[in-house]
């Protein structure tokens, strides 16, 4: 259960930085303050960083970096900014929303240059709502290699970690300032730590089933698909210290997870010309308008379940990720050499999907308008052999959170600011706005990265005040 203890307890060690979790947010910010010349103690409730991160596919969205320069990809913050602002219907902080995008780009510079993460732009399809090429990943496409690489380059910065240590209670001055923690540890025992700035990194709330049922309903019964430590320790510490939070509702779902394989799979199967049926073999909405409004649509037909249909051309882009490679080893593709033989291996009703493919494919020609309004302009049709999977809905990740300022400094409702408190990733509110409609593929790392960049500078800073 997580408490704030308001104590003058003292603390046998104090840190200048103690940044609480291990993700992409946080070894970012211990990375951060540590190149800023303060030391840092990073506490990791499981035994190996991983969080959220590695579930993720780890791509970064950002806009005018050197590797989109080499690609001759013409992008900036201002567009990367818009695009955020458009997704979400102007819902959120347009002055965050401008520190991110500004700050994002050079934070994945300064790793691939002083950290040596090998960053490259995905630059053969686009993700819905972007209007440019400008997710970077690292070379496996996916989370895991990330956190990985995240987690050598802070061990070779020579960071200090304690992993198998579980925050549970925070230890404040009555004027709101954090002197310390308590972490519980396997055996039984607790180590209490005090510190100078405390940086929260510890995701969301989304592993929180009451919480997700109070903010976010919809979702109250649907898969998780986050890290289960995400309980909201982040959300429920800053109520108690009087922070504000902001947009709780907002979210990342997907439609796209195989089912039962619980294995992500990557839009790029819809995007390239993919589209999704129910069991009966129609389809139930315009698949192009995002992943995440798309889980709750998922979740509404039969059993929660859909059918992703692409073609090995869509296949051959998608398996670029390894969770598509992993999904094929685990036999959740299915092959099919005709659209009657496809239905036949997914056990549709083959009439109808060779009813819905024609009328998509009519689409793709210009022959006729799509019953859901989606664009197929400049779509190429589907092409034997076909492909399909059997995908469910879930719930990735929260976006609400904690309000920050350009710093990622936690703030009051007033707007002042807790003495030394800041968060960053999913700990803070994001960018996506008060629902799933708002999130704009990849601002879940966007926040981690940036957030974690600025947060780990600035509690540096402090420190060495």
């Known amino acids: 259960m997580s408490t704030v203890e308001v104590s003058d307890r003292d603390f046998a060690l104090t840190v200048p930085v103690l940044v609480i979790g291990a993700g992409a947010a946080g070894l970012v910010a211990a990375l951060s303050a540590h190149e800023a010349g303060a030391e840092v103690l990073v506490l990791e409730r499981d035994s190996l960083p991983r969080g959220s991160t590695a579930l993720s596919a780890g791509l970064v969205p950002a806009a005018g970096t050197r590797w989109q320069r080499e690609a001759g990809i013409v992008d900036a913050p201002a567009g990367f900014a818009a695009d955020i602002m458009a997704k979400a219907h102007d819902e959120p902080d347009p002055a965050l929303v401008a520190t991110v995008t500004g700050a994002v780009g050079p934070a994945l510079e300064w790793l691939g240059e002083a950290h040596g993460l090998p960053f490259s732009v995905v630059d053969n399809f686009r993700y819905p709502g972007h209007s440019a090429y400008r997710m970077h990943g690292l070379p496996s496409r996916s989370g895991e290699e990330l956190i990985d690489r995240l987690r050598q380059a802070a061990e070779a910065a020579g960071i200090d970690m304690i992993c198998d240590a579980h925050v549970t209670t925070l230890v404040a001055a009555p004027d709101g300032r954090v002197r310390g923690v308590v972490a519980g540890r396997p055996d039984g025992t607790a180590e209490e730590i005090g510190c100078e700035t405390l940086i929260l990194a510890c995701n969301g709330y989304g592993g929180n089933r009451a919480l997700v049922a109070r903010h976010i309903p919809e979702l109250a019964d649907a898969l998780y698909f986050g890290h289960p430590g995400n309980q909201g320790d982040a959300l429920l510490w800053g109520e108690a210290l009087g922070a504000a939070v902001r947009d709780l509702s907002g979210h990342q779902g997907h439609g796209s997870v195989a089912h039962p394989a619980g294995i992500l799979l990557t839009w790029a199967t ?49 398996g670029q990720f390894e969770d598509y490679r992993n999904a094929v080893a685990a036999g959740a593709v299915v092959e099919g050499d005709t ?43 589907l092409a034997a052999p076909f492909r399909a999977v059997r995908v469910t809905g879930a719930l990735f990740h929260t976006q609400g959170g904690l309000a920050v300022d350009g710093d990622a400094h936690v703030t009051r409702a007033d707007g002042t600011l807790l003495p030394n408190l800041y968060a960053a990733g999913g700990a803070a509110c994001g960018v996506s706005g008060r629902s799933a409609a708002g999130y704009l593929s990849g601002n879940g790392l966007l926040t981690a990265v940036a957030l974690g960049r600025l947060a780990g500078l600035a509690a540096a800073r402090q420190a060495r005040a």
């Not at 049926?277 to 389809?283: D, Q």
């Not at 995440?292 to 998608?318: C, K, M, N, P, Y």
Request: aromatic residues 8%.
């Open 270 to 318: 819809v995007m390239e010309g993919g589209f999704q049926v129910n069991a009966s073999g129609e389809r139930f909405s315009n698949e192009a308008t995002g992943y995440s409004e798309q889980a709750a649509r998922v979740l509404e037909q039969q059993d929660g379940v859909a059918w992703t249909i692409f073609d090995a051309r869509i296949a051959d882009i998608a």
């Open 339 to 381: 659209v009657a033989a496809l239905a036949e291996a997914a056990h549709l009703p083959p009439d109808a999907l060779e009813r819905t493919a024609a009328a998509v494919d009519a689409a793709k020609r210009g022959e006729r308008a799509d019953t859901f309004g989606r664009d197929f302009a400049g779509v190429a049709p």
